[in-house]
């Protein structure tokens, strides 16, 4: 009987784990797709933030769907580090035309 509370215990908990691809901030939780202003609104302002911008190309469709070109496009990137101190693993948010593409555990914080 103890087996079947544990394992319902362990269900339920695993319900309440973020995925991989969200990021806590206090009692809510961002996650890739996000806009980079609701990301501002409930992490506030990151330890470090870059900006460049890249260029990308696209493939062009022609008739029947084959790929006939590339056209270069400029994607907008942004990377934020959010350092929680040394007890927690750093973060690095990276945004792509304002929205959140990827998140990545750093090493811990200072």
């Known amino acids: 009987m103890k087996n079947v509370g544990l394992v319902l215990l362990t269900g339920l908990l695993a319900g309440w784990v973020a995925p991989a691809e969200a990021f806590r901030c206090g009692n809510r939780i961002v996650s890739e797709g996000d806009d980079i202003s609701r990301v501002h609104h409930i992490c506030g302002e990151p330890h470090a933030i870059q900006h ?4 990308r190309l696209r493939p062009v469709y022609g008739y029947h769907y084959r790929r006939i070109s590339h056209v270069p496009v400029e994607i907008q990137v942004e990377e934020w580090t959010y350092n929680r101190g040394s007890r927690r693993f750093m973060r690095r948010l990276r945004f792509e ?6 998140i990545r555990q750093l090493s811990y914080g200072h």
Request: hydrophobic share 40%.
């Open 52 to 55: 460049w911008t890249e260029v």
């Open 97 to 102: 035309n304002g929205r959140l593409v990827e």
